[in-house]
């Protein structure tokens, strides 16, 4: 059983940084995607960042040149570097699994997914 487990969530003031980490234990395949999502309060679930399986990474517009999705594929961890936080930033971040070669667009696409951490930018 795949289990992924966040942390690296808190609170900052605007143009801050935080660094989202997901550890991934049980998957036993060797291609695999990881994602970040984050979703806040009356909001859909969205797709911040990926990391695909050859390690080209995709982004949401609203975080591009800000945030940075980097993995040791060694300790099957992803990172979410998180940098120019601004408040609409604010969300709860979860980190997703998705034991494929091909490249997942929706949440529904993903089977695993961690508990969240939440992240708060105030102004």
């Known amino acids: 059983q795949v289990q992924l487990v966040e942390s690296g969530g808190g609170s900052v003031q605007s143009g801050g940084s935080l660094r989202l980490s997901c550890a991934a234990s049980?998957?036993?395949?060797?291609?695999?995607?990881m994602a970040w999502f984050r979703q806040a309060p009356g909001k859909e679930r969205e797709e911040v960042a990926i990391?695909?399986?050859?390690?080209?990474?995709r982004y949401a517009d609203s975080v591009k040149g800000r945030f940075t999705i980097t993995q040791d594929k060694a300790k099957n961890t992803v990172y979410l570097q998180m940098n120019s936080l601004q408040p609409e930033d604010t969300a709860m971040y979860y980190c997703?699994?998705?034991?494929?070669?091909?490249?997942?667009?929706?949440?529904?696409?993903?089977?695993?997914w961690g508990q969240g951490t939440q992240v708060t930018v105030s102004s």
């Open positions: 049980g998957t036993t395949y060797k291609n695999y995607v």
């Open positions: 997703a699994l998705e034991e494929t070669i091909m490249s997942p667009h929706t949440p529904a696409d993903y089977t695993y």
């Open positions: 990391i695909e399986t050859i390690g080209s990474a």
